[in-house]
């Protein structure tokens, strides 16, 4: 009986304490109809060494290709103590906080990260996090409606993550809300600013940078929205904000509303999760925000201690009228991302995001360098940037992916006006011999 | 002392960044950040110090026992993360051909195939990333099917109200108006009231089962048939099914959709706050409906199927494939368990609460269903105590912990007052279900003795009792670099 | 400067204090003469990220064969709570638990281990662990001298780890300790008791099993030394222990100093270490034994601890009249062994042990199947056996590595009278899959 | 609790053993077991419940900073653990062959060159599993020398009083008779002294440079010329060697062996006690008697050369390469120092420990050697203290816990009266020094105001003060089950 610690002398001595004949007797409130008979599609039970066998065979399957892609989730270092840290019991087998006089790690941590996720997006405030990128942005939206309370369109670049958008659609369509595309401009990849009427609308999203890599006139798109009476959401990569100017910078007014995946902080890619997502505010919005907050306080001593709060806002205690369904956030992700955080500092972030650019630069001038190559866009990039190929990206990628490499993310599907484009990225983890490696291969690859 | 305050300008823990700050020059000003983000600047070993002694600040369950309803604090097999933190798993980036994830896919699509069996449904998709996201995905189904078949005056779920307050707030989200039925006095739903309320208006109904009140719900069949004759769906919230699990099967008691919470159920660790897992199974008419990605099986290669492959997909809840590291844990877990330790997790989780409810009931607390069997929880009252000494359910929560137990559920359901939830989980021995028993007699003789010992509690914890109301009027949310 | 916080002020502000113009300056009472200049051989400073790639790169190289290698060092499967506790910061990073009211952890731990490795071997008390199995055997060598305070001359069958000899007599050579060596019996392969006068001798060493997995007849050999005036140091491995008689039950009184390798019981392979040596006596010789001791004790208030115990006996007290010059024991790797004994239990590990017997008898089954193949031995067994093969060794085992299969350890150096003798073992690791396999492989490179 | 009052009979980790008892009737009764030894029978949960509470009632560099002179307790980085742990690494047979280990062995062929850069040294052997070890093989490495030579009449070896103990203890178990020699006012060799003590019968001399007094030996050349001009060997205790890491090497003062502490120097984990790792080098004249395996490089293929490879070799300290797991741990250190690391470790272990001299000084402490520069340690004595307050150095260093600090190692070197050895290593922040002087000046003045305060010392930790003589007279080594 893997993790059931009764002996055979416990089940005697509890059944008789109760009264009950036998275990199963404890079910006789259930109707005999409704019992189930066995498991058929359950194997039978493996010992730990058997599915840690298993494990480590499935794992050796997934081998670690030289990795070009990123689009949303990106390679970087993650120093050894994060995750050493993080799965130290006493987080990893932890409750949610609600106690938290018994809790005061967790509390204490999350309001460390409340404040490094403000200082990093500009903004005032921060909740605990949400559960990815996707999701955050899609309660971001949420939220500019309800700070509104008027317009129900909200409008969404379409050099916004193709997937991000989807997650967005499927939570936010049952509501009415209307999310309204913007077009980029097909030199530069970047979103114009508007110059028609485009009605009332709630909020703009503003990639920064964009899903192509590109980096947007955050400025200007902020200012034309805080003209047009709607809000600023900024979804950012976290990454890139030791580098770039914070979306509470951004035009007159800064941005209102910051999201964005905390992935690139401290999460392995791990086959897409789990993640989280960030969200900080301006203080003005700060009951609109979904998701847990932790405050600082006092106890009975006057002493400084952490709680969670604004749990009015909650769907444990405001149930229908809550902000959001939200119930967990993604608590030891978040552990991590706070070590990561703190071991990188500030400088240490900004090291890798400029690694991080300097290397994609690196790389796409030497793949577009090669008869065939092309880059797709003129605009300031941040880590990726889209190049173009003289024929069908996916044979291409076959042929690379048989020689051990990754080579991007084929965009030929969500953007078929782009042709045979290829979103490619090289973060600080790749050395000078892994370009030139990839070039070779590519320059091969194109070659026959 | 917060992390910021072993922060010195300049200082690094230098191992960990680029060795030399690479050229960015490329970039325009207009562009650029100007000012220093609050991150802190530490030394690695500050920074392991600090947050190695902060997490001696937590109770967990590798310290503590967690008699917490609702929320099945089981134990986290060890095993179930080192497997599932595998370089080869950790290094896989989402988007890589599904060639690269062979190992991964398999063993996502054998945990889909579990979780059909245990809970009786006809598919089952991995993509909710925590229970409350399996809810909205549920009733999004729910919504889905009554729109593709033009049955649009549908606009309102049913919902007990002993329910968990995301099944009201997962309706709204949904674009549905909620209708509170009550629970009668055994606990059961109001059949009555129930049978008032449905209508051709009715998408559905929300049901735990066992319910929040830690009793089986015995008229389920007869729910069932009222709610499908009036033309409504039901939706299982899965937080129960740890008390039934190999046992009873959501689909046989005729529901149409479930969540599972693989954090309570299937033993992932709830890390402090998540990330959880919540995937949905579906009845076979709800198939068209699921959403993206589900993992299938082709000639022996797994993929996701996506947006393409399931034309009336409600969607996706991730640009990924949800917490797919929390799901190699419950994979893991449930292949250790097998069939039997599936049975055995049910059984042992209702005896210990059977036990616990007896144990507690003799030491002089009162039961709040004391005529039902408990499922893997129940409910005791401390209303009577609260009259007779003012110590509230909150004040003998708070003393347990000076006991070194973390508090029971307190105060939900909201309609039993003064009430703690308890869950003992099937990984407690009895000797620690004993042990509880007698702290709980020691706090209930100190209420009477010394009530203000109680209502001052807890004394031993690294705060005293925090002061809730100052922190939602003068909100403190972020530290500011002032305070050096 | 990794792992170095000083910031320049730091630097500055700490050379006021002290009043020296420069870090330089505090090392001016070395002789200029004697100042070395920069290091040529140690490389410029790797990140962490860079060395991790490194480390990667290199353990994939030693790719993980399928291996029926015992020879005193045995693969077992390890539960992951075992190392996962043991690497916490508070076990890992801690100091000796010289300061006991700070240390009680590592030695209540220890006092639980001491308990656990007495009984196991069925011995009065137990140290805190010596560096590993051939210098505990060593250490037990001269403990036997000491106590005996006369014969300066122990018995050594050859049937005694070849490597643990020479590890003894590097050690104990100095102190003109005489090793008598004692043959086996050819068809048994076990030490026969000795029908003519030894002489004076202070120790007989039993090794059960023996190093070519026989099991020997402890019962008589330990009665023949007890009955010639000799001590018996029982040497064995503790996994076979919860199957096999207990040292301290072996013959009319026991065994008097049992000692071995803690590796199967926890310590992963990794290139050979680090294990621990465990030593376990009667109560009289307590006061001979090397290495720290916890006792439990009282404090102020009475109330329950744990303290090291018996240091008169220790260098740091005793300098030159110490009992050894021994000073760490291996106190991390008696960390995971503890946690090790406590996950499996004495039903585990005699499961453990059973399953590793079973499989053996198993493979040596299938393997005397093959023409060519013979078993060396009739004696009983435990977990290991010798065979005969047609032909030399090393180019069998060549083409078995080949094959991805680590068939045994070859014994024709060590044991030539043996010919062409190998010496397999198959733990509980191993499936009928895994036996067939190698049976299957060798098979087909002897019928080439 | 111990782990043993959790036990009940058949209670069992059920996950973590073979499903089945296989058969083992082949073997006859008279070799089997009879009784059950006495292991503990517990759940999976209790056993990680119960050792992660026990880690927590340890101090540990993860979460104290320990001042403790002679030990060079600093960080261990957290990624030399994880790199080691590799399962590539972990899974490899001592006796695998050479080929299936090249990632292993090339990492020790560097490890070595590494060493014998810093030391400047002709050759460096891996095999010593502690620093006692590494002086036994290099003790014994002097005898084989003199003894190859037929110079069979040198039986004696020199110790300074200030020596640790494992110095003479060594001695003794290579066949050596000690003779000790004092130290001066100044904390130097009494030169006289040893002049007086060399000869014939000189087989060597063992010294520690810095001194165990914190002080490095400015008439090192000296002494070199005198031992090597009698026909001894020096012998360096590398105990310290943290102190002069990449500024001098123990080759150039004239050293013919040299033992390393990894778990000081190397920063390899000091886990409680152990594992340590005590590699030698040596100079050219000892190269013949090196002890194995030691690692070479033929035709870019590494491998261990043995017995047959080293014909005079001393032998082997272990059966396998000594404590591989560390040396990789202390190898990967290494790499993340670099050369220019090497050095900063010394400088900085130096300015902290003058800082933290000076700052006691002003505070009111006596330094043992106040003429002279700290090394990367020193000496206070608060022999006044005591005889003023009778608030003795064990007092003191009790009190220390009670701040939140590891105590500095007490009464050693024995020949300074209730000293405190103090070393604060190169990676504690200037705040933590700062901070450790607070509680070293509040203390004081405890030790005069309340000095029963202090001699009650700790109070915050599990236990109060212990009875270690009830502990030694007592015997209580194992729990036995009747104490159930």
Redesign the interface.
């Known amino acids: 009986m893997p993790f059931i610690p009764h002996t055979d002398e416990d089940v005697t001595q509890m059944l008789a304490a109760i009264g009950a004949p036998s275990i199963d007797a404890l079910f006789d409130e259930i109707p005999t109809a409704l019992r189930s008979g066995k498991l058929t599609q359950v194997p039978e039970a493996m010992t730990e060494m058997e599915i840690s066998r298993l494990m480590h065979e499935r794992a050796d399957m997934d081998g670690r290709q030289l990795n070009f892609i990123g689009a949303g989730a990106y390679e970087h270092h993650i120093p050894a103590a994060v995750w050493q840290i993080t799965t130290r019991g006493e987080f990893y087998s932890a409750y949610t906080p609600y106690q938290a006089e018994a809790s005061q790690g967790t509390l204490q941590l999350i309001y460390e990260y409340q404040t490094m996720m403000a200082s990093l997006t500009g903004m005032d405030v921060s909740n605990a996090s949400l559960y990815d990128g996707g999701s955050a942005l899609a309660e971001a939206v949420l939220m500019a409606v309800r700070a509104h309370k008027g317009a129900m369109r909200v409008l969404m670049p379409k050099t916004v993550s193709p997937l991000y958008r989807a997650v967005v659609r499927a939570m936010v369509k049952n509501q009415h809300i209307e999310l309204v595309e913007l077009d980029y401009d097909p030199a530069s990849g970047i979103t114009l600013v508007p110059t028609t009427d485009m009605g009332d609308f709630a909020a703009l999203v503003i990639p920064q940078p964009n899903f192509f890599g590109v980096l947007e006139d955050v400025d200007a798109l902020t200012d034309w929205a805080h003209a047009n009476g709607g809000r600023v959401i900024a979804l950012t990569n976290p990454t890139s904000l030791a580098l770039l100017k914070a979306p509470g910078q951004w035009g007159t007014t800064g941005a209102d509303i910051a999201v964005g995946d905390g992935q690139p902080l401290g999460a392995p890619l791990s086959n897409g999760g789990p993640y989280y997502g960030f969200m900080t505010c301006k203080q003005a919005l700060v009951r609109q925000m979904p998701g847990r907050i932790v405050g600082r306080t006092v106890d009975l001593e006057g002493k400084q201690g952490f709680t969670l709060t604004l749990q009015a806002r909650e769907q444990h205690i405001r149930r229908s009228k809550a902000t959001s369904n939200i119930c967990t956030n993604q608590g030891l992700v978040v552990t991590a991302s706070t070590i990561y955080m703190s071991l990188l500092g500030p400088e240490g972030l900004k090291r890798v995001a400029a690694a991080s650019h300097a290397n994609t630069r690196s790389l796409l001038a030497q793949l577009c360098a090669i008869a065939g190559v092309t880059q797709a866009f003129t605009g300031y990039g941040f880590h990726e940037a889209v190049v173009q190929l003289d024929r069908p990206v996916t044979p291409v990628l076959a042929v690379l992916q048989a020689q051990g490499i990754l080579g991007g993310h084929d965009l030929s599907a969500d953007y078929p006006e782009l042709g045979n484009a290829l979103l490619i990225c090289a973060t600080e983890t790749k050395t000078a011999a892994d370009l030139q490696r990839y070039a070779q291969q590519l320059s091969l690859a194109l070659s026959k | 002392m ?3 305050e ?1 922060s ?17 020059s ?3 000003a ?35 026992f ?1 008699p ?1 309803g609702s ?1 099945t ?7 179930c ?17 599904a ?6 896919l ?2 996502m699509y054998e945990l889909q ?2 979780l ?3 809970t ?1 449904m006809a598919g089952v998709s991995l993509a909710p ?5 399996g ?2 995905a549920g009733v ?1 189904m729910i ?1 889905a099917y009554h729109d593709s078949r033009g049955d649009t005056a549908r606009r309102e779920i049913i919902v007990p109200n002993a329910a ?3 099944n ?8 549905y108006t ?1 209708r509170e039925i009550p629970t009668d006095k055994e606990g059961d739903v109001d059949l009555e009231a129930l049978k008032a309320a449905v209508g051709p208006h009715t998408a559905g109904l929300m049901l735990t089962n066992p319910s929040t009140l830690g ?2 719900e ?1 008229q ?2 007869d729910i069932q048939k009222i709610v499908h004759d009036a033309g409504g769906l039901l939706y299982y919230d899965g937080a129960n099914l740890n008390a ?1 699990l ?4 959501p689909g ?2 005729g529901f149409d959709v479930i969540h599972m919470n693989l ?1 309570k159920t299937f ?1 992932t ?8 897992a919540g995937p949905v199974g579906v009845a076979t008419r709800l198939l068209p409906f699921m ?1 993206v990605p589900v993992v299938t099986k082709e000639n022996d290669q797994y993929r996701l199927l996506v ?1 393409g492959d399931i034309p009336a997909t ?13 799901l190699l844990r419950a994979y ?1 877990y ?12 049910s ?2 989780a ?3 609460a ?2 616990l409810l ?2 507690l009931q003799q030491a002089g607390f009162d039961i709040a269903f004391p005529t ?2 408990a499922s893997h929880e129940f409910i005791i009252t401390l209303k009577k105590l609260k009259d007779e000494t003012g110590v509230s359910a909150m004040d003998f ?2 003393r347990l ?1 000076d006991y070194g137990y ?2 029971p559920t307190t105060y ?1 359901p909201m309609l039993v007052p003064e009430c703690l939830l308890i869950e003992p989980t ?6 620690t279900l004993d042990g509880f028993v007698v702290a709980m007699k020691t706090i209930l003789a100190e209420a009477y003795a010394t009530p203000d010992l109680v209502k ?1 509690a ?1 004394y031993t ?8 109301v ?3 009027r ?6 500011r670099q002032s305070e050096v």
């Open positions: 917060l992390i910021f072993h010195r300008p300049n200082r690094a823990a230098h191992a960990q960044m680029p060795a030399h700050a690479a050229d960015t490329d970039l325009p207009y562009l650029l950040r100007t000012d220093v983000p609050l991150l802190p600047q530490a030394s690695e070993m500050d920074v392991v110090r600090h947050y190695t002694r902060l997490s001696q600040k937590n109770f967990s369950i590798d310290t503590q967690y917490l929320c604090m089981k134990y986290n097999p060890r095993a993360n080192s497997l599932a933190m595998l370089p080869g798993f950790l290094a896989r980036h989402p988007f890589a051909p060639a690269t994830g062979q190992g991964y398999e063993s195939e579990m059909k069996d245990v009786g990333m925590a229970g409350a996201q809810e909205f999004a919504r968990h307050g995301t009201p707030a997962t309706a709204v989200m949904c674009g909620v009793v089986f015995k389920i069949q039934i190999g046992r009873v099967k046989d008691m954090h033993s660790p709830h890390g402090g706050g998540g990330p959880g959403p947006e409600i969607g996706r809840m991730s640009a990924n494939h949800g917490n797919a590291g929390v893991i449930a292949r250790m368990l097998g069939a039997e330790g599936m049975h055995r997790v059984e042992f209702t005896l210990n059977n036990y007896k144990e039902r069997r929560a708070k912990l973390h508090a939900f099937e990984t407690e021995s009895k000797e001052g807890p914890q690294p705060v005293r009792r925090l002061d809730d100052k922190a939602a003068e909100l403190d949310l972020v530290w």
